[in-house]
């Protein structure tokens, strides 16, 4: 876990965010590399949940809502923590994450637990009085809901049938912990998928072994990964059936994403609660329903934590330590560095012209400092998948080397060809 913050902080992936000033309470910054890896994880669930299906569209929600809607979906009540004080060293702690003593000083003379609702707070407007009041989305999934007739008429989709988001989500987590994992603002990749009720049950299974493949196709072993089914007293105040896809963090087995039948709990609050009728009416049968819902809902900036921890290795190569990211070539932040040989005056044209054939492609790193070997290391340690040097050879043959990231093996390769060789070795389309 310490190398990895480490490695984060020192190659770009993620800083923490105001640091000239000291930081601000677990918040973080993404650094160039963070950014592309980031984008990389929202793309492959993005491909896997929508473009590659014909039965999920895609919706971006506002962040900033009515305290309507989260009265209706039962955060205003229910989306709390029960919160406790240390009298002694007057810490603030989630009560049902300690232990009944305080984790900083030891005191077991705790206030009584009170709920702490998790919800940012703000007014929207000049005026700060309680008609302005509105709330930063605490979940994605509430922008799905609140659209349905809208997507229904626009899309004409019928169950089974998804509406699937990507975005920013805002939680006053009290103890806001190990690195990216808990933070008051992360992203989410979630997925409302409406369903005729008597099939909930199917595409609830359905749904959770096509979210543990995803994981487990993108690089993270499968021992690494479990799928884990929540007992009756864990469940949501709105789910019938929940299951967690968990990923071994260096803490021991913690989540990733929840799969959760939340049966027309939604649908039905926001129908009676907006008077807008959210059903379905199926012209060929002459039927009318409330669709149930299957939800997956996934954590990108968490999930992008466990792609990292997982990918990471040490191994030697030539008697020499290195570090790796053994990262899929799909989440590698660049996929390909275009490497010439020393700064000469002939080299460094020849490598640019190389750089130019492959940027339309894919996204590439260009590197001149520095001698051969180290810049070959700092790629292998930020997990770019392929490195493309240009030597002198190169001014003679129009061929370069393509070094693979995780056997150190070399082949020369044409100019001519390289673009199509890097798109085969790339898996790209
Ligand atoms: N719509 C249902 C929902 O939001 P959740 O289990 O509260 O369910 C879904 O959140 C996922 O969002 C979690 O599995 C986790 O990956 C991510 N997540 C939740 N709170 C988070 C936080 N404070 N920091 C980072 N990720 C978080």
């Given at each position: 876990m310490e190398q990895v913050v480490n490695l984060c902080k020192r190659r770009g992936f993620i800083f923490p965010s105001a640091e000239i000033y000291g930081?601000?309470?677990?918040t973080y910054d993404y650094g160039p590399l963070g950014v592309l890896l980031l984008r990389n994880v929202k793309d492959a669930w993005w491909r896997s949940?929508?473009?590659?299906?014909?039965?999920v569209v895609g919706i971006d929600a506002a962040i900033l809502s009515t305290p309507r809607i989260w009265e209706a979906s039962g955060h205003l009540a229910n989306f709390t923590d029960p919160l406790v004080d240390?009298?002694?060293?007057h810490e603030r702690w989630r009560a049902d994450k300690i232990?009944?003593?305080?984790?900083?000083?030891?005191?077991?003379?705790l206030t009584e637990a009170r709920a702490f609702n998790l919800m940012f707070k703000t007014h929207a407007g000049p005026v700060e009085d309680a008609g302005a009041v509105a709330y930063l989305r605490p979940e994605t999934a509430q922008g799905m809901f609140v659209n349905f007739a809208n997507v229904l008429r626009t899309t004409r989709?019928?169950?089974?049938f998804g509406i699937a988001q990507v975005g920013k989500s805002f939680r006053n987590e009290i103890t806001p912990q190990n690195f990216v994992f808990r933070t008051r603002e992360f992203e989410q990749m979630e997925m409302e998928y409406f369903v005729p009720p008597p099939e909930a049950d199917r595409w609830f299974e359905y749904w959770c072994e096509a979210r543990f493949a995803w994981y487990r196709d993108l690089g993270?072993?499968?021992?690494d990964l479990r799928l884990r089914h929540h007992d009756q007293s864990e469940l949501?105040?709105?789910?019938?059936a929940t299951a967690d896809v968990e990923f071994r963090f260096p803490w021991g087995f913690d989540e990733l994403e929840g799969i959760a039948n939340r049966t027309d709990f939604d649908l039905g609050a926001h129908s009676s609660a907006s008077g807008e009728r959210l059903e379905y009416f199926d012209q060929a049968t002459g039927e009318r329903y409330v669709p149930h819902v299957i939800e997956p809902a996934a954590g990108a900036t968490r999930t992008m934590m466990a792609f990292l921890i997982s990918a990471y290795a040490e191994d030697e190569v030539a008697g020499e330590r290195r570090s790796l990211l053994r990262l899929d070539a799909r989440l590698a932040p660049y996929k390909v560095a275009v490497l010439p040989?020393?700064?000469n005056e002939a080299l460094v044209p020849l490598a640019r012209e190389v750089l130019a054939l492959l940027q339309p492609l894919t996204m590439c790193d260009f590197d001149v400092t520095q001698a051969i070997g180290r810049r070959y290391r700092r790629q292998d340690e930020i997990g770019t998948p392929f490195c493309v040097t240009v030597d002198f050879d190169s001014l003679e043959d129009r061929s370069v080397t393509v070094r693979e990231r995780d056997t150190t093996a070399q082949v020369r390769v044409p100019i001519e060809g390289l673009r199509e060789h890097m798109r085969e070795r790339l898996g790209l389309c």
């Open positions: 930081g601000f309470r677990s949940m929508v473009q590659l299906r014909d039965d240390c009298k002694s060293c232990d009944g003593k305080c984790p900083a000083c030891g005191s077991s003379d989709k019928k169950p089974p993270i072993p499968e021992g949501s105040h709105y789910s019938k040989l020393s700064k």
